[in-house]
């Protein structure tokens, strides 16, 4: 009893429980978020380089992107994107002309904007400025003074008629049929 070593005084050590998977969780029937489903303004990561301009952050000038822009500050000048979404933030003060391929307001932009694909002004977001869109949403209190010009994308051309001649002739003609054996026309 007095002789006994320190180890054996100690106890052995547990290993460390590991946090449940989601499979794990989905088959007790227990939620993964107890948090009622609601749009995030944050940007969303779907594999897409991008970029943030944090709320202490104020650029002024023309800014030009390959990659999603989150703004959250402020930016003042143009902002250019055409590949792009750019977002701005419930702290984002935008007084620029705007370019993007799809825009989403929660924040507050003084400026004309041009979204190739779609603009959100969502719930509490303030946009003063004329819009050129494919496709708009604007949420319930949303704030918008401007005017909108809707886009709408014409189909791809049929082919001429001439291009399609063209194309007939530059085909080669059939074979002719092989003569039926034994067989003889008749005039």
């Known amino acids: 009893m007095w002789n006994r070593n320190k180890r054996e005084e100690e106890p052995a050590p547990r290993p460390a429980a590991q946090p449940p998977t989601a499979t794990s969780l989905a088959r007790e029937g227990i939620p ?7 749009r995030s303004p944050e940007p969303e990561t779907t594999g897409v380089r991008s970029a943030m301009i944090g709320k ?22 143009s902002v250019e994107m055409p590949e792009s979404r750019l977002t701005v933030g419930p702290n984002g003060k935008v007084a620029a002309s705007v370019k993007a391929r799809e825009i989403v ?9 041009e979204a ?4 959100e002004i969502r719930k509490d977001a303030k946009l003063v400025g004329d819009i050129k869109t494919v496709r708009i949403v604007i949420e319930d209190n949303a704030f918008f003074k401007g005017s909108v010009d809707i886009i709408r994308t014409e189909p791809k051309p049929a082919t001429r008629p001439q291009q399609a001649a063209a194309a007939a002739e530059a085909r080669p003609a059939a ?8 067989g003889e026309t008749k005039r």
């Not at 993964?32 to 609601?38: D, E, K, Q, V």
């Not at 924040?107 to 904007?113: A, D, L, P, S």
């Not at 190739?116 to 603009?119: F, T």
């Not at 049929?177 to 034994?182: E, I, K, L, Q």
């Open 105 to 113: 307001v929660v924040g507050t932009i003084h400026g004309n904007v």
């Open 56 to 77: 202490s952050v104020v650029v002024k000038g023309q800014l030009f992107s390959r990659e999603d822009l989150y703004i959250d500050g402020e930016v003042e000048g």
């Open 175 to 182: 074979p002719p049929a092989p003569p039926v054996p034994g």
């Open 116 to 119: 190739v694909e779609k603009i």
């Open 32 to 38: 993964m978020n107890t948090l009622p489903p609601s």
